[in-house]
């Protein structure tokens, strides 16, 4: 059974530095990565998919890497606003067509 | 383009009463999926249904719960009797083509929040 971990469980940075959130995944035998933004009393939005052919994508100031070897991706994002605030979840899919998600990275950017 | 459709977005109710959960997915999408999201947790799947078929279900408390999706289009999900545990946030989501092998994003809508008392 795929077993998704996101790293740190919660961060609070100063506006303007640039932050890593990490998921790792047990099963490496993935089709694609998805990285979400979640704010509170909303649903989930999609940032970056990254499909298990690919490295990395970009979107704007947030860039995701995925490592399938190591099971790892990251979600990179740079000169943080407070906007940004939200909790950030990773899915993972594989075979069983079941996107797996991680418990979320929860942050915080204050002015 | 309308995305996914969730109604109630809040409901309370007293334990054992019934309870139910519309969604209406964005149109052309296949795939639709049911999640559970406890707080702090991420979402669990509950049900996944290929157009009207669901394909995996082996998370749904079949005692309890039930879910349906009508002409491959929108779903209901069901909860009776409710018990205190199942107060949490149910997703709706869906997706062009789950058998997709890449590039399937997937599309949530703003949840059904639920509070059993």
């Known amino acids: 059974k795929q077993e998704v971990t996101q790293i740190p469980a919660a961060l609070s940075v100063p506006e303007g530095e640039n932050l890593v959130l990490n998921c790792s995944f047990t099963?490496?035998?993935?089709?694609?990565l998805q990285w979400f933004r979640q704010d509170p009393g909303k649903g989930l939005t999609s940032l970056l998919l990254?499909?298990?052919?690919?490295r990395e994508q970009t979107s704007g100031r947030l860039n995701a890497s995925l490592d399938k070897s190591s099971g790892r991706s990251t979600l990179y994002i740079a000169a943080s606003q407070p906007g940004d605030s939200a909790t950030y979840l990773c899915?993972?899919?594989?075979?069983?067509?079941?996107?797996?998600f991680g418990r979320g990275t929860s942050l915080i950017v204050h002015p | 383009e309308a995305g996914v459709v969730q109604s109630p977005r809040y409901k309370i109710i007293e334990k054992k009463q019934p309870v139910a959960f519309w969604c209406n997915p964005i149109?052309?999408?296949?795939?639709l999926y049911w999640y559970r999201q406890n707080l702090g947790q991420g979402p669990e799947l509950l049900i996944r249904?290929?157009?009207?078929?669901?394909?995996?279900d082996s998370q749904l408390p079949k005692d309890r719960f039930s879910a349906e999706r009508l002409k491959g289009v929108d779903s209901t999900l069901k909860i009776q009797p409710a018990e205190l545990g199942d107060s949490a946030v149910y997703l709706c989501?869906?997706?062009?083509?789950?058998?997709?092998?890449?590039?399937?994003?997937?599309?949530f809508g703003e949840g059904s929040w639920l509070t059993v008392v």
């Open positions: 989501a869906s997706s062009l083509d789950s058998t997709v092998r890449s590039g399937n994003t997937i599309y």
């Open positions: 149109s052309g999408h296949n795939t």
């Open positions: 249904y290929e157009n009207e078929e669901a394909v995996d």
């Open positions: 899915a993972v899919e594989g075979g069983s067509y079941i996107p797996t």
């Open positions: 990254i499909q298990s052919s690919q």
């Open positions: 099963d490496s035998a993935i089709y694609n």
